[in-house]
Every structure is written in C-alpha cells, then in structure tokens.
C-alpha cells in the first residue's frame, strides 16, 4: 500500500512519490541525482508507516539535508514548502515567470564557461535577488544584473558575449548554423550539442534531404543522387573508362551530388529565414561555395563553419567507432573507402580556404563545441555592438 502524506491544515491526503519530492529537492537547487538519492532515503526511513505527516516528512528531509551540508537548499526547501513565493521576472510582454537558474545558465551558453563556474554565477545571482529582497524584475533588469556580474566575475569579454546574445535573442532575428564536414567528423553529435545549448529546436540532416530526393528522382535520371559523397563520381556514365585525372572526376562528383542536394538545403534554409525560426543544417553537401553564397541572401545571421578531423588515424577510429553505435552505417564500407572519404576532406578544406568559411577541429568534443560557440558569438558580433549602453537604450524604449 503507498504512502500517504497527511496535510492536517488542509484535512487531506496525497499519496508520497518519490518523483514529487525529488522535483521540490531539484526546485530548492540540489542536482537530480542527489535530490532523488535523497528521497530514496526517505522512502527506505518511511518503511511500512501507512502514513506520515507533512511535518514530519518535512523533518526528515530537513535532517538529510543536514547531513548532506545542502544548509540552503534546506532554507529554500523549506521556504517552498510554506508557501514561499520566488522572484518573478516580468519579460518583454509584461508576462511574469518564476526566476529560473536553469534558464540564465541556459542564457549564458554563449559564453562557453565550464558548468561549475556558470552554475556558480548562477547561484550567486539568485542569492542576491534573495538578499535584496526583490520580488518583482523586469528581464531586462535581470540582464543588466548578470552582465555586470560577469564583468566582475569573470571578465568584460564574457560579459559582452552574454549581452550581445541577449540583444540578438531580442532582435528576433533567426539563427542558421552551417556545419560541413566529411563522413565520421562529427557533425551529427555537435550540431546536437550545440543545438541543446542554445534551445535550438529545429536540425536538418543534408542525409536526409538526400534521401527524399532519392525517393522522388529516379537513379537513371539523376545517378550521382544515388551513391555515396565520396564515390558519386563514379555514377557519371561518360567518365567511365575515361584515363583522365581521378582528382578531378573526384571533386566533380562529389560538386554534382553537392549540387543536386543543395538546391533542397537552400529551401528549407529561405523557409526558416521567412518563418524566422533558427535552425542548424548538418552535412557533408554543407559545401563551402553554397555557405558564401547563402551569408549575404538572407536576413538571418548565418554561421558557416567547416568540420575537420585533421589526423588520419582519429578519424579511422571514429569511423570504426561509428559502426559500433549504428550496425546500418556499416562501418566496413567506409574504412573501404577511407582514401576516398580524407581525399573529400581535403578538397572540402582546400575550398574553405578558397571561401574563407571557418575550419573547426573537431578532437576532443568540449573544446570543439567552445570553438563553434566562438563562431557563432564574432558573428553576432558583427551585427550587435555587445555593450551596457543597449540595456540603456532598451529601458528607455520599453519606459516609452
């Protein structure tokens, strides 16, 4: 039989879950795993009692709280429990929402901190709302708080790169990011990355595209449409048999199908712009040309950047790594044609050099992930200035 907890002032009963209690613990500022640990603990100290107080639930979790050295998690739990009512922040609307840590360290992305210093920040900045007794603040107030928080804290740069993302969020202007790469350089997992860090909500896969178009024009038709980036090539019939110079049957090959698949990139690109919702676009038809071409025709900000394993050996590994995960991607078949797949990344390279498109290691995951987020902050930077006199400005214009 559950557990029920008996509200004497309210003459009720709720039954005790441990998923309740552990989002009340999260709520009051412990991390999932120590807020459910918790309330494990006090479902083993409930034992077989058919039921048990508020007060006395109340107490035990103060004494785990206690013992775990959480002193103000266990205020602010106990605040919460008592009817507490957080800091509200009034945004742009004039919508109220409950102050949120998760949310400004959602808003601080940007600045690529490691997690204990923007959780950190985070906490500091709620105490402060705390100490001061605020109630009520305008998200703008709020922004002028955090980056002077992080000029103290941290550093005028940091602090710049988090007021040029807010007076991006505020220009409602959408976001595409380009990520190009060859086959097994990790596209895939750090557009994820990214898109998780900056409540992107929208990917394309070019693979996909690539296999709508396949279901819609037949091979005989459209045969470089049909194969794989790196040996399209050979789907041309008039180069068959033909003696000339394989790089340039190669880089054609792969420019065809580039091509073919570009034309539904672009589409779903002018779409996202006209809806102006942001998206990030992953593949290996991202190609250097089609990135130039797409920066100065749309009114979005676009990042385009260029993917790279730049050593032969880390790249056969995460190809075979590859296989491992996903058995369909047959990871055989490309270490078959390795050659193939790093003679693709060193054309793709060469014309991001000749486009001057961004090229982003990618060896340990972190660091490319700070890297791509530097990218896409210089080019917010080139479109919003990133100082204290725009928080002014939009005070005064918000008062008017």
Not at 189 to 200: D, G, Q, V
Not at 316 to 322: D, I, P, W
């Amino acid at each position: 039989m559950t557990v029920q907890v008996v509200d004497a002032v309210e003459k009720s009963k709720v039954p005790f879950l441990r998923g309740i209690l552990t989002r009340s613990l999260v709520k009051a500022g412990l991390s999932f795993d120590a807020a459910y640990e918790i309330a494990d603990r006090i479902r083993d100290e409930i034992g077989s009692d058919k039921e048990i107080t508020t007060d006395d639930l109340k107490t035990l979790v103060k004494k785990q709280l206690k013992n775990a050295g959480e002193k103000e998690v266990m205020r602010r739990y106990i605040a919460g429990a008592t009817g507490y009512i957080p800091v509200r922040i009034i945004d742009r609307d004039g919508i109220p929402r409950p102050f949120s840590k998760g949310l400004l360290a959602n808003s601080l992305e940007i600045c690529s901190l490691p997690n204990e210093r923007m959780f950190a920040i985070t906490r500091g900045i709620e105490r402060y709302l705390l100490e001061t007794g605020v109630k009520e603040i305008k998200s703008l107030e709020l922004a002028s708080i955090t980056y002077k928080y992080l000029v103290d804290e941290e550093s005028a740069e940091m602090a710049r790169r988090y007021l040029t993302w807010r007076q991006y969020l505020r220009s409602e202007r959408p976001l595409l990011i380009l990520i190009g790469g060859t086959t097994g350089c990790g596209k895939s997992t750090i557009s994820s990355e990214i898109a998780h860090r900056l409540n992107i909500v929208r990917t394309q896969s070019t693979d996909m595209l690539r296999e709508v178009m396949r279901l819609m024009i037949p091979e005989r038709l459209l045969p470089t449409l049909h194969t794989s980036s790196f040996n399209s090539w050979e789907a041309i019939p008039s180069w068959k048999g033909q003696p000339t110079r394989l790089e340039t049957h190669f880089e054609q090959g792969y420019l065809a199908q580039a091509g073919h698949v570009g034309i539904g990139i672009e589409g779903v690109l002018q779409r996202a712009d006209r809806e102006r919702v942001s998206l990030i676009v992953e593949g290996v038809h991202i190609h250097p040309r089609l990135q130039r071409s797409l920066v100065d025709t749309v009114d979005a900000i676009v990042v385009p950047i260029v993917l790279a394993v730049v050593k032969k050996k880390r790249l056969r590994e995460q190809l075979q790594g590859r296989g491992k995960r996903a058995v369909s991607r047959r990871a055989e078949r490309y270490l078959e044609h390795f050659d193939a797949i790093w003679r693709l990344q060193d054309f793709m390279l060469a014309e991001a050099d000749r486009y001057d498109i961004p090229v982003v290691p990618n060896d340990e995951q972190e660091e490319t992930i700070k890297l791509v987020m530097d990218e896409i902050s210089d080019a917010l930077t080139e479109e919003y200035s990133g100082d204290e006199g725009w928080l002014v400005e939009s005070k005064d214009a918000s008062a008017g």
